[in-house]
């Protein structure tokens, strides 16, 4: 499968997600990976990564800190990750995040949501669900 490199100009966007499960993280990104997904272009959030050779390739954060996210934002998705939640951030052109969340739905993401970067760091913009 052929992947767009996004360009920050070129209505770069970003998709983000939670699992409840690890093991269906770690299945969804097996999944990516096996598609030839660009992993340089997912970032997991948790507050802990056990097995962190799962997700060779991927961004690992164990703070929101280190993103470009509103405050508003942060304390939301911070409270679903202290209840043992993964985040998934995904960015890229449309037809990037549109795979991507074509392979989460099976693997059971939840709030699924694309944004473009100014929504993400707290502006008015559109977004939409797909789940």
Not at 25 to 34: D, G, H, Q, Y
């Amino acid at each position: 499968m052929w992947f767009a490199h996004s360009r920050i100009n070129q209505h770069q966007q970003y998709g983000t997600g939670f699992f409840c499960h690890l093991s269906d993280l770690e299945n969804a990104i097996t999944s990516l990976r096996s598609v030839g997904f660009p992993l340089s272009q997912v970032t997991l959030v948790a507050n802990h990564f056990r097995r962190q050779d799962q997700f060779a390739g991927v961004k690992l954060c164990d703070r929101l800190e280190e993103l470009e996210i509103s405050t508003e934002r942060m304390h939301r998705y911070q409270a679903r990750l202290e209840q043992g939640e993964h985040m998934v951030i995904v960015y890229g052109i449309e037809d990037n995040l549109n795979c991507a969340a074509s392979i989460f739905y099976p693997h059971r993401i939840q709030d699924w949501q694309t944004h473009s970067q100014l929504s993400l760091l707290g502006e008015p913009s559109r977004f939409h669900g797909l789940g």
